[in-house]
């Protein structure tokens, strides 16, 4: 160990002891994260409605997803940003890679 000062702490070697494998992210992951990321911010009731259809499987038809699509980008873009000021997106990532439902605390409804 090398320490400098109280803040700088350091190793000049290190020995694996086990070996954890990555995860592997599926494509269905990575559209539960997006969704995740544009629900983190306040959306409308008909995106709100489409995500919860898309995450439990009721409804992943091309059109309903074209349909979608534009505003989810945008959203999702913006709500990235947002979320992870929020410190929210570590918390979006491990709700992504399950299969449960949209938890309360990720969709927020637009006020309109």
């Given amino acids: 160990m090398v320490r400098e000062g109280a803040m700088k702490l350091g190793t000049t070697s290190l020995q694996l002891t086990r070996e954890i494998p990555l995860p592997i992210?599926?494509?269905e992951h990575r559209i539960r994260y997006a969704i995740g990321c544009a629900l983190s911010?306040?959306?409308?009731?008909?995106?709100i409605y489409w995500a919860t259809r898309w995450v439990d499987g009721t409804d992943r038809s091309a059109a309903e997803a074209a349909e979608a699509?534009?505003?989810?980008?945008?959203a999702a873009e913006a709500a990235a940003w947002a979320a992870a000021a929020a410190?929210?997106?570590?918390?979006?990532?491990?709700?992504?890679?399950?299969?449960?439902?949209?938890?309360k605390w990720l969709a927020k409804e637009r006020i309109t």
């Fill in 25 to 27: 992210l599926t494509m």
């Fill in 69 to 74: 699509e534009g505003a989810a980008w945008a």
């Fill in 41 to 47: 911010c306040q959306q409308s009731k008909e995106f």
């Fill in 87 to 103: 410190g929210d997106l570590l918390r979006i990532a491990e709700w992504a890679v399950t299969i449960r439902p949209i938890p």
